[in-house]
T-cell receptor, first 114, second 112 residues
Framework: GESVGLHLPTLSVQEGDNSIINCAYSNSASDYFIWYKQESGKGPQFIIDIRSNMDKRQGQRVTVLLNKTVKHLSLQIAATQPGDSAVYFCAEFTYGGATNKLIFGTGTLLAVQP | NAGVTQTPKFQVLKTGQSMTLQCAQDMNHNSMYWYRQDPGMGLRLIYYSASEGTTDKGEVPNGYNVSRLNKREFSLRLESAAPSQTSVYFC???????????FGSGTRLTVV
């Protein structure tokens, strides 16, 4: 079945370093991919998305890379800050008329050490 | 900016009790969703409403019902709560199916 998974359940980085969070997906027909950040006790918050016809997209301090050949997605956070500490989810979306749905991965905990 | 508002924030139920989780959004979004989140797992879609007047099952609909009361409100009902329904429930909305989702802050439900 369709699935979205993460390679590393926990990532610990030093403040100021760059962080890379990885995600593998299985549905090659997915239309776009989204990264969410979830802080403790809060709902997921949209970070950045990327369409399936793109391989890179940049936001403020974040970059998402998409490698469709190996079905791999990554989120790069530059100059990681303590406020970046959270669980990060990748999600894939497939248009299907009545069956449009967003499938989430299990999440990676990013811990930023001061 | 309220965004997506969920009530209640916390709830404890006894097995067999019923309750309704409320969700309202003030962004004039067309689509609304209910997810559950269990420890160590990603969010799983329970039900969604692509537009006012329509509802559809997601990945894990058993034991739940929904009502899209109007464009703003989408409620989730547990008719006979079971311990397996202990979870954190998130409501979300998007301008259209597939658009960027805005999530509420969640309802933590415990069934004993």
């Amino acid at each position: 079945g369709e699935s979205v998974g993460l390679h590393l359940p926990t990532l610990s980085v030093q403040e100021g370093d760059n962080s890379i969070i990885n995600c593998a997906y299985s549905n090659s027909a997915s239309d776009y991919f989204i990264w969410y950040k979830q802080e403790s006790g809060k709902g997921p918050q949209f970070i950045i998305d990327i369409r399936s016809n793109m391989d890179k997209r940049q936001g403020q301090r974040v970059t998402v890379l998409l490698n469709k050949t190996v079905k791999h997605l990554s989120l790069q956070i530059a100059a990681t800050q303590p406020g970046d500490s959270a669980v990060y989810f990748c999600a894939e979306f497939t248009y299907g008329g009545a069956t449009n749905k967003l499938i989430f991965g299990t999440g990676t905990l990013l811990a930023v050490q001061p | 900016n309220a965004g997506v508002t969920q009530t209640p924030k916390f709830q404890v139920l006894k097995t067999g009790q019923s309750m309704t989780l409320q969700c309202a959004q003030d962004m004039n979004h067309n689509s609304m969703y209910w997810y559950r989140q269990d420890p160590g797992m990603g969010l799983r879609l329970i039900y969604y409403s692509a537009s006012e007047g329509t509802t559809d099952k997601g990945e894990v609909p058993n034991g739940y019902n929904v009502s899209r009361l109007n464009k703003r409100e989408f409620s989730l009902r547990l008719e006979s709560a079971a311990p397996s329904q202990t979870s954190v429930y998130f409501c979300a909305s998007s301008e259209y199916a597939g658009g960027g989702y805005t999530f509420g802050s969640g309802t933590r439900l415990t069934v004993v």
